[in-house]
Every structure is written in C-alpha cells, then in structure tokens.
C-alpha cells in the first residue's frame, strides 16, 4: 500500500500509534491483566481520542498561518508559499476528527469493534431489550 503525504502528515498515525501502545500498556500493567485492553474496548477508545485532540491541535498549528509571500520583481506577481501537511492530500486536523469519531465508537459502541461479543438484541419495534 502507498500512503502519499506531505510536510508532518504521518504525525496523525504515529500519535494514535502511540497512544494506543501506551494506553494498552499501561491499562494492563495497573490491572495485571495481560487482556485487559483488549477486552475493555474503552481504553483503546480514550487513547484515540487524546491523539486525535492532539492531531487537530498540532495540525491547525502547522497548516495554519498566513505563509511566506514572494513577489515577481518583473511583473510583480505575489505568489504564497506555504507548506503543507497532510496525508492523501487531507490535511492533519481533518484527519484527527476521523480518529476522535473512530475512539468516540469504540467508547460508545464497543460491539462493533468487539469480534467476540454479539450486537445488543432488539425487538421487532427497534428498542434494546
């Protein structure tokens, strides 16, 4: 597969990278239970939401800014340069919404991530039982 990006892109996958990494860790260091992250959905869940705050803090910062303004001495033509960062040509702060909605998920409805646990039952009129 060939991820395309430019500038501090990458940065997204490697915070939720890390913070799931850590967050699973340390969940099972304190718990002394060698699946405890993997069986409470929900820590893996907060931790991609701490990196997707972090990603949309860091990306604003980055593709923020007015950028550098560079004229033509002939026929003077402003031209603004400004570098980019983003992955698959979408910038880093967009990006970071799509990991907080994906830990807001696994948070909130861990049974679609969960391969294991069945979907809550419902009757026929739509309500849980």
Known sequence: MVIFWR??????????I??????SYSSNSI????????THLWVNGI????SG?????????L???SGRVLVDPKTR?????KKKHDIFFIPMQYW????????GCMIFCPHVFDKHSPAPATNVSGTSQ
């Open 47 to 50: 931790a991609l939401v701490i």
């Open 96 to 103: 970071a919404i799509v990991v907080i909605i994906v830990g």
């Open 18 to 23: 890390l913070a799931v990494v850590i967050a």
């Open 53 to 61: 705050v972090l990603s949309f803090i860091v990306g604003i910062r």
């Open 77 to 81: 033509q402003r031209l603004i340069y």
């Open 63 to 65: 593709n923020g800014g």
């Open 7 to 16: 500038g501090y892109g990458p940065l997204v996958i490697l915070f939720a």
């Open 31 to 38: 718990t002394n239970d060698q699946h405890f992250a993997a």
